[in-house]
């Protein structure tokens, strides 16, 4: 079965020791289509400039550009307005940005901050370091052994202390999707504002703000196509605007006294100094091209990816898959194994002397390794360009790990 | 040499026997070593006389290149002068660097040459020395090193 995705690739073409590269670290960055290395090309051919600062025609050019990527990725999420997408280097930016402007302007002694113990390391240090400042609390949603968050730390975490609850819609490590809306119900409940990390989950599954009434949402434009160095907060407008400024300097003020400042309204009153322009050309077009895709079509390409690599895997002895092991609805193609035996960075190393790309480590989610008492782990992680034959390559050469490493068959 | 030959015939002898992965008596060096991207740790063992290093051990876990690698050092220390030591040590990271590709300056480094082309590995040249920079940071902390 040929997948007709796959041409719109163009470094899927290359290959390394002259084996054809598969690419199963989308987790951590996906690839490029031509349509989004094109439209950041066109950008710096035609349309360069600094927006805002000029009154020349290349310059509005420049700013019409930044602002309808702006228009295009509010649509995307279905937000409001595009006054509520502030543009970001990426998700950690993002939630740094709501750590030091939300967080320290509501959070108060004794307050509490709820994170599932799963959560990438940008949803952890900025909120250790603000319980820190503040005497607030740090508080941890646990997991079943199949990577699904417990329902009574749900019900019994999430109280009236509790002001923010920050959550990964999908798990970088264990692809478990969790459940959005019942959190967000339950914290809006008592009062919590929710910040959803939809990094792992909008590269696969469609978002839409005012039906999970989510407060804030962040995302990296380079997991779902665009370029790197471009990423996105999305904040209630009322939130937001009652926020103040994160960095302060150019593009972000009205009037500049000597000793006092204005700040522009949103959303640039949180885009301090020149942004990524071309990035966020490269974001509007990776849009498009999503939609173009669908996500219904991503979805049962990545089911069937899923299924597939789950049922090869279960049936290598020595091979162990983290969180669910079955085919489930609440799963996305992130799929953290051990080779029994074998460091997780050997069997990286000997998959490279076959082309095959995957992450090897901790996976910047440290808590979750100890939590489940692995020093670190191998990780495949699909997109919709792969193809069933990339799982077979991959499985092939796992199959020859632990013969590598002299444990007989 | 490829990864593979690098993995089937030099590392896989090291790894199964496991004769210098265990503590020593009376050492009077023990040092650890951490590799925090890769979550490589050794802990090393020396007891040096006189400025000779009369026994070596290491402890840890972590990928076979930086336990192995580990390994075949201990092979090479034991018996050596602390100069001569350091002089593997340096000889050892000219390797890997590729500063160094004359082979007979490498000759010295007996099996450990096999880990030669981890140079060509960039991100496993950290795993290749961790037991090498241990052994180093181990000499220039001891007293009594001669
Ligand atoms: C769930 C999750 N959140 C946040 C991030 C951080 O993304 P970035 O490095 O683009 O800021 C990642 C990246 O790996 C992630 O997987
Ligand atoms: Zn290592």
């Known amino acids: 079965m040929s997948n007709p995705f796959r041409k719109d690739f163009p470094i899927l073409d290359s290959t390394f020791n002259n084996k054809p590269l598969v690419y199963l670290d989308n987790a951590a960055t996906s690839q490029k289509p031509d349509s989004v290395i094109k439209a950041v090309e066109d950008y710096y051919r035609k349309q360069n400039a600094n927006p805002y600062r000029g009154l020349y025609q290349l310059s509005v050019a420049a700013t019409d550009a930044y602002e309808e990527a702006r228009s295009i990725t509010a649509e995307f999420i279905n937000a409001k307005s595009s006054k509520e997408i502030i543009f970001t280097r990426n998700s950690t930016e993002a939630l740094n940005l709501i750590a030091y402007s939300y967080g320290r302007s509501v959070l108060k002694a004794g307050d509490e901050i709820v994170i599932p113990i799963s959560e990438h390391h940008s949803n952890i240090l900025p909120w250790q370091q603000l319980v820190k400042e503040k005497g607030a609390v740090l508080s941890y949603l646990y997991l079943d052994k199949n990577g699904y968050l417990l329902e009574e730390d749900i019900e019994n975490k999430i109280t009236e202390r509790t002001k923010i609850v920050s959550i990964a819609h999908v798990s970088n490590v264990l692809g478990t999707v969790y459940p959005i809306e019942k959190i967000i119900q339950k914290a809006h409940s008592v009062g919590a504002v929710v910040i959803v990390d939809t990094a792992q989950g909008i590269p696969h599954y469609p978002v839409d703000v005012k039906q999970w009434d989510v407060d804030f949402l962040v995302f990296s434009g380079h997991k779902m196509l665009a370029p790197m160095g471009i990423g996105v907060l999305y904040g209630k407008e009322e939130l937001l605007d009652n926020m103040p400024p994160f960095l302060t300097g150019g593009e972000m003020i009205e009037y500049v006294y000597e000793q006092e400042a204005t700040f522009a309204p949103l959303p640039n009153k949180f885009e301090a100094g020149t942004p990524n322009v071309g990035g966020a050309v490269g974001l509007a077009e990776a849009i498009r091209y999503i939609n173009q895709v669908g996500y219904d079509t991503i979805q049962n390409i990545e089911e069937e990816l899923r299924d597939h690599a789950l049922k090869e895997l279960s049936q290598i002895p020595d091979v162990v898959v983290y969180g669910e092991t079955k085919a489930g609805r609440d799963r996305c193609g992130v799929i953290s194994f051990n080779v029994e035996g074998v460091h997780p960075h050997d069997t990286s190393s000997i998959l490279d002397a076959d082309g095959i790309a995957i992450r090897a480590g901790h996976h910047c989610a440290q808590p979750l390794m100890n939590y489940m008492d692995v020093a670190a782990t191998c990780r495949a992680s699909f997109y919709f360009y792969n193809t069933i034959e990339d799982i077979d390559t991959f499985i092939h050469s796992l199959k020859k790990v632990r013969r590598w490493l002299g444990y007989g068959n | ?146």
């Open chain 2, 1 to 146: 040499m490829g990864i593979e030959q690098i993995y089937t015939e030099v590392l896989q002898e090291h790894l199964n026997s496991k004769r210098n992965k265990h503590p020593i008596t009376n050492p009077t060096v023990r040092l650890n070593g951490v590799n925090p991207s890769c979550g490589d740790e050794i802990e090393l063992e020396l007891r040096m006389t006189d400025g000779v290093i009369e026994d070596a051990g290491y402890t840890g876990r972590g990928c076979a290149i930086s336990q192995a690698s580990t390994s075949i050092m201990i092979d090479l220390i034991k018996g050596k002068s602390v100069e001569e030591a350091v002089k593997l040590a340096d000889t050892f990271f000219g390797m890997i660097k590729h500063e160094i590709t004359d082979e007979e300056k490498l000759e010295i480094l007996e099996d450990a040459i096999a880990l030669k082309d981890i140079s060509h590995m960039p991100a496993r040249v950290k795993c290749a020395v961790l037991g090498w920079h241990t052994l180093k940071d181990g000499i220039a902390t001891n007293p009594n090193n001669g």
